[in-house]
């Protein structure tokens, strides 16, 4: 769970970019715009159910300790990721040839 | 307080210690003599060799180098030919990438790793040997094709269809997929190594909140290995499959793609940037604070900002294609996420600020290496937040400011750093320091050097001068930035003359004799350095132990700390747990050796042989180098000799399986590479669908429902027989042998089964992009299939010989844990191959 962050990135990058890019090869570029913004949404609440979790955990350890803090700042860092990976979807039309 | 604050609050042995003590741990970890040096296993050794090798082909890179810039000093040139030209800018970035780059960061990491974890080695000290060996043997061969007109000349990144048999005839290209995918092996072994070396053997004590970042940077280096790579070692089989059978992976007018090369090469080649940068990043983390006399600002945060470089990185791939026509959006995701990535990287950059800010940094000679880094690598990094902006990138695609871009973050952020690493670390492994005056002599040649050859290279491209072209004509205003840019190169050729003539002079290798602690450095790998390491394994308290403790080198000296001897008269080390470094199992490690130097040689041959298509020798090569593999596995398990104490109350067992021990650690890193290949294989099966569609079979021209059932009925038998021979272990031989003869027949013929069904469908893999696809996964299953037939091979052998039971289990347990793996892709390719097919037919 430590790596939930940049993993849960990860995912949606992947999704949001192979669904444009299935979506484009079926001709349905609305289908894309509506996936994106559910993988996103699913992505953010997963993230902040991972922060608050982690946030919130009290270990003995000291190494376990360490990697919750960790795993917190990943989150966040995940959550950035994942809205700068959004973005696009809402400021560039779907399957627009760049020539 | 002078003992660290082990779990006893007290040293872990009483002095004085028993007398023929010191003497017994020498001589279990004694060193081949003469030519025999050449068995030796010791972290250290290999360390050397290790990064001597990837200097001295930086050197010979850098001299490929010197040679374009004589080129292209002035126009017109006529100093060497197009096809030479092109032969060595091919030979230089593949050199430079990926036999001196990735080998040179990870020599750092075989030689300091151990010293710096508090281990007396890592944990698989053959295979470290192993990488070296192929490395050095496949790179000697790989440079020397330049010498006999063989050699590449399709640019590092090997594009088709440039790369294609039909415009690159010739065994060239072959040498460069085929050399580069063995050499690719050399650095996954060591990934695995390091991995593991750094979860489980690490002093006790030494969570992972006291790790050093070094550390961390090796262990997330290696991580990004074992998924990056395999995307390009992917990509080299297809593209030899290609060349060598036809099958149309890259060919666009048969449903195959080129820009699946370019997805495949790019999925690994930022990643790569990042397998570079990292773990110079963590020298300098290291470097920093104890030249600046203080703690490095925000430990936790540069972790952090580490782990999530590591995993941006391979979010950015596609910022190498932005000019190939992928729909506006999707550069968008790629563009967002390349600027991304500047953040993590700059929370570094503001850390080690923060530190020299907060602390007083010492102008030493690798504070000034270190000092460049930083000014030339946040260039390189702006330009590069420069080139994530799409529309800048279609002007400036395939220019020199791409060449200056990429120079000012692989020189500056690696070069830099390994060379202040050179000076810093030098009196912890050589009897004598380098010299502090050469060291800033060369400090200030390479640093003018490098900014007067590439600053220019910026306006060169900008105004309009491609990459790659071997002359250019006067007049267009690229002649005095192209002469300057030459006048640059020597100088960091003079620089580089003056570091080889500070090693003659002053580097002397050691092992008992070391200068020692001279910058008064906080970490354990600068306590002593024999073969074994230091004389006992220290409790690590703090992030700096030496600073926490400063009696802790005598200390460790004299024994007082965990496993002062040998227990069993052998090479040991403590196996800690994961995150709170806890012993959990004295570990005996192997000495010198010959089959894994002998093992080395024939895979590389196998390799290269294979390139000159002499196939029935290398086959034999082959043979002989898995022999060779078995023949160094056979004592790699010895059996229990009940606990042994290292000191401090603490009795840890000598034979553990299952999850305790690292080989299983190993063979999961090992199935993750596998299975990251296997990724890799699934987007290009998907990818080419969405390319070519037309080109791929009706549902009514697929393979009938009931072969794909017989297959799965196959696999799951195979499955069924392991799960009944891991019952019966230890309890009856001959039926465990029939289980286990059942299982891997029944893998295999799943496979028939499936290759046949395809071919009776009337599918052809030189037919179109989807049949080559096709046949290729089943490549990728036959692979793991003869993987897991080795290794049923190896337990067979190893039970019929009694060392192979219920107890002594690792063998088995690691063969189950590929079999599963091999299972589970086996069905999920039956899922593809045939069920993707027939949903969106």
């Given at each position: 769970m430590w790596l939930a962050g940049p993993i849960v990135w990860a995912l949606h990058l992947a999704v949001v970019y192979g669904a444009e890019s299935f979506a484009c090869s079926r001709g349905s570029a609305a289908a894309h715009s509506v996936l994106g913004a559910m993988?996103?949404?699913?992505?953010?609440?997963?993230?902040?159910?991972?922060?608050?979790?982690?946030?919130?955990?009290?270990?003995?350890?000291?190494?376990?300790?360490?990697m919750d803090r960790v795993a917190v700042w990943l989150g966040v860092a995940g959550m950035a990721g994942v809205i700068a990976s959004y973005l696009p979807v809402l400021m560039i039309p779907a399957c627009l040839s760049p020539a | 307080m002078t003992v660290a604050a082990t779990p006893t609050g007290e040293y872990p042995h009483p002095l004085p210690r028993p007398p023929d003590e010191l003497d017994r741990l020498k001589a279990a970890w004694a060193l081949p003599k003469g030519w025999r040096i050449v068995s030796a296993v010791n972290n250290t050794v290999i360390g050397y060799l290790y990064i001597a090798t990837a200097f001295g082909f930086f050197v010979l890179a850098g001299i490929l180098a010197l040679l374009m810039r004589t080129q292209l000093a002035v126009p017109d040139n006529?100093?060497?030919?197009?096809?030479?030209?092109?032969?060595?800018?091919?030979?230089?970035?593949?050199?430079?990438?990926?036999?001196?780059?990735?080998?040179?960061?990870?020599?750092?990491?075989?030689?300091?790793?151990?010293?710096?974890?508090?281990?007396?080695?890592?944990?698989f000290p053959r295979l470290g040997a192993f990488a070296f060996w192929v490395y050095l043997v496949g790179g000697l061969v790989f440079f020397c094709t330049l010498f006999v007109g063989m050699a590449p000349r399709d640019g590092w990144f090997m594009y088709p269809p440039l790369s294609s048999e039909r415009f690159s005839p010739g065994v060239g290209a072959d040498f460069w997929l085929l050399g580069?995918?063995?050499?690719?092996?050399?650095?996954?072994?060591?990934?695995?190594?390091?991995?593991?070396?750094?979860?489980?053997?690490?002093?006790?004590?030494?969570?992972?909140?006291?790790?050093?970042?070094?550390?961390?940077?090796?262990?997330?280096?290696?991580?990004?290995?074992?998924?990056?790579?395999?995307?390009?070692?992917?990509?080299?089989?297809?593209?030899?499959?290609?060349?060598?059978?036809?099958?149309?992976?890259?060919?666009?007018?048969?449903?195959?793609?080129?820009?699946?090369?370019?997805?495949?090469?790019?999925?690994?080649?930022?990643?790569e940037v990042y397998i570079i940068f990292l773990p110079a990043a963590g020298m300098v983390s290291m470097i920093v604070p104890t030249m600046a006399g203080t703690s490095l600002v925000g430990h936790r945060l540069i972790v952090v900002a580490l782990i999530a470089t590591g995993f941006f990185s391979f979010g950015l791939w596609v910022h190498h294609m932005f000019t190939t026509g992928i729909p506006a959006r999707s550069l968008g995701f790629f563009s967002a996420a390349s600027m991304a990535v500047s953040v993590p990287s700059g929370i570094q950059v503001f850390a080690w600020i923060a530190t020299i800010a907060a602390g007083r940094l010492r102008l030493t000679a690798a504070s000034l290496f270190v000092l460049g880094f930083l000014t030339v690598f946040t260039l390189g990094g702006l330009t590069g937040v420069m080139l994530a902006m799409v529309p800048f990138d279609w002007q400036a695609h395939d220019t020199y400011f791409v060449v200056a871009?990429?120079?000012?973050?692989?020189?500056?952020?690696?070069?830099?750093?390994?060379?202040?690493?050179?000076?810093?670390?030098?009196?912890?492994?050589?009897?004598?320091p380098l010299s502090e005056r050469l060291g800033k002599w060369a400090f200030g040649l390479i640093f003018t050097g490098f900014n007067v050859a590439f600053f220019p290279m910026h306006v060169?491209?900008?105004?309009?001068?491609?990459?790659?072209?071997?002359?250019?004509?006067?007049?267009?205003?690229?002649?005095?930035?192209?002469?300057?840019?030459?006048?640059?190169?020597?100088?960091?050729?003079?620089?580089?003359?003056?570091?080889?003539?500070?090693?003659?002079r002053n580097l002397r290798p050691t092992l008992t004799d070391a200068a020692g602690?001279?910058?008064?450095?906080?970490?354990?790998?600068?306590?002593?350095?024999?073969?074994?390491?230091?004389?006992?394994?220290?409790?690590?308290?703090?992030?700096?132990?030496?600073?926490?403790?400063?009696?802790?080198?005598?200390?460790?000296?004299?024994?007082?700390?965990?496993?002062?001897?040998?227990?069993?008269?052998?090479?040991?080390?403590?196996?800690?747990?994961?995150?709170?470094?806890?012993?959990?199992?004295l570990m005996r490690l192997p000495g010198p050796g010959w089959a894994h130097v002998l093992a080395a040689f024939f895979t590389a041959a196998f390799f290269l042989l294979l390139t000159v298509k002499a196939v029935t020798i290398a086959l034999a090569c082959g043979a002989l180098a898995v022999a060779m593999i078995v023949a160094w596995m056979w004592n790699s398990d010895p059996a229990s000799v009940g606990r042994a104490d290292i000191g401090g109350g603490i009795a840890l067992p000598t034979y553990v399986s299952g999850p305790v021990h690292p080989a299983w650690w190993a063979m999961c890193v090992l199935i993750a590479v596998a299975g990251a290949l296997y990724l890799s294989y699934v987007?290009?099966?998907?990818?080419?669908?969405?390319?070519?569609?037309?080109?791929?079979?009706?549902?009514?021209?697929?393979?009938?429902?009931?072969?794909?059932?017989?297959?799965?009925?196959?696999?799951?038998?195979?499955?069924?027989?392991?799960?009944?021979?891991?019952?019966?272990?230890?309890?009856?031989?001959?039926?465990?042998?029939?289980?286990?003869?059942?299982?891997?027949?029944?893998?295999?013929?799943?496979?028939?089964?499936?290759?046949?069904?395809?071919?009776?469908?009337?599918?052809?893999?030189?037919?179109?992009?989807?049949?080559?696809?096709?046949?290729?996964?089943?490549?990728?299953?036959?692979?793991?299939?003869?993987?897991?037939?080795?290794?049923?091979?190896?337990?067979?052998?190893?039970?019929a010989r009694g060392l192979l039971d219920a107890e002594r289990r690792v063998v088995f347990d690691n063969l189950r844990l590929m079999w599963i793996y091999a299972v589970g892709q086996g069905l999920f390719s039956l899922l593809l191959t045939h069920g993707f097919p027939r949903a969106v037919g």
């Open positions: 993988a996103t949404l699913v992505a953010l609440v997963m993230l902040a159910i991972l922060v608050v979790q982690a946030s919130g955990r009290r270990r003995v350890a000291n190494g376990a300790t360490f | 006529t100093f060497i030919s197009q096809e030479t030209y092109n032969q060595l800018f091919t030979m230089h970035g593949t050199v430079m990438m990926f036999l001196f780059a990735v080998p040179a960061v990870e020599a750092m990491g075989v030689l300091l790793l151990p010293q710096m974890l508090g281990a007396r080695d890592l944990p580069i995918g063995f050499i690719e092996i050399s650095a996954i072994a060591g990934a695995i190594e390091i991995i593991v070396g750094v979860m489980r053997t690490r002093a006790p004590g030494m969570t992972l909140a006291r790790m050093p970042i070094f550390a961390w940077t090796m262990l997330i280096l290696a991580g990004m290995i074992v998924f990056a790579f395999p995307a390009v070692i992917l990509a080299t089989i297809l593209l030899e499959l290609e060349r060598a059978f036809g099958w149309p992976f890259f060919i666009a007018e048969r449903g195959g793609d080129p820009l699946l090369w370019q997805h495949l090469f790019w999925f690994f080649g930022h990643p871009h990429f120079h000012y973050v692989l020189v500056g952020g690696m070069v830099f750093p390994l060379l202040a690493a050179f000076y810093y670390w030098a009196p912890a492994f050589s009897e004598k060169t491209g900008l105004i309009g001068m491609p990459r790659r072209v071997y002359t250019y004509p006067a007049g267009l205003g690229w002649d005095w930035l192209n002469l300057v840019s030459t006048v640059g190169a020597f100088m960091v050729a003079a620089a580089i003359l003056v570091i080889l003539v500070d090693f003659v602690n001279i910058w008064k450095a906080g970490t354990l790998e600068w306590m002593e350095n024999h073969t074994y390491g230091a004389r006992s394994v220290p409790y690590v308290d703090s992030l700096e132990p030496l600073w926490a403790h400063p009696t802790m080198v005598d200390d460790v000296h004299q024994g007082r700390y965990y496993l002062p001897g040998t227990n069993t008269g052998g090479r040991e080390a403590i196996v800690t747990s994961a995150v709170e470094a806890e012993p959990q199992y987007f290009g099966y998907l990818y080419l669908w969405t390319v070519a569609p037309q080109t791929w079979p009706a549902a009514s021209a697929l393979p009938a429902a009931s072969w794909i059932i017989l297959a799965a009925a196959l696999l799951v038998a195979s499955g069924v027989a392991l799960s009944a021979a891991q019952r019966i272990l230890g309890r009856s031989r001959p039926a465990f042998a029939i289980l286990v003869a059942i299982g891997v027949a029944s893998l295999a013929a799943a496979l028939i089964v499936d290759v046949l069904s395809q071919w009776r469908s009337g599918l052809r893999p030189e037919a179109s992009g989807h049949g080559a696809m096709v046949y290729a996964g089943a490549v990728l299953q036959a692979q793991v299939s003869a993987a897991v037939a080795v290794m049923a091979a190896f337990a067979l052998m190893r039970l």
